[in-house]
């Protein structure tokens, strides 16, 4: 899947999320599950940083994508999805519990795309350094 499909189904999954937090639990509810994870997101912003460092590093040079022979499908991901809600569903007692572990799932994702993300672009920077480019 590319890059831009990718952040293309994030932001259409947060927005989901969001309209199923926002209607279902309601507004202060929404937000404390959110702020609750203030660790995560704040990882996630760091890692951030690191990626867009990287990102500046490898401007203009030919990136190659390092992680496009990966086997982990669609498929298999939304099935690891739904054994997790199951799994929520029983053990946090029911369905408020179990949506409220959303944020949590989606951003693990994010951290996940972006870990990978800095993986390739690390591996694309030692790539360029071996051919002597820097």
Known sequence: MSQNRVKLLFLASFAGMMAVYFSVLGEYKSVSLI?????????????????????????????????????????NTILLF????VMDFI???????????????WIMGVIMVIVLDIINSYKNLKLQKLRGKF
Request: proline share 0%.
């Open 82 to 85: 739904l054994a997790f809600q």
């Open 91 to 105: 053990y946090e007692e029911g369905f408020l519990g179990m949506i409220s572990q959303w944020f949590i799932y």
């Open 35 to 75: 702020l609750d994870e203030y660790l995560f997101i704040m990882i996630a912003l760091g890692l951030f940083i690191v990626s867009f460092f990287y990102k500046r590093k490898l401007r203009g040079i030919e990136v190659v994508d390092f992680n496009a022979g990966s086997n982990l499908t669609l498929r």
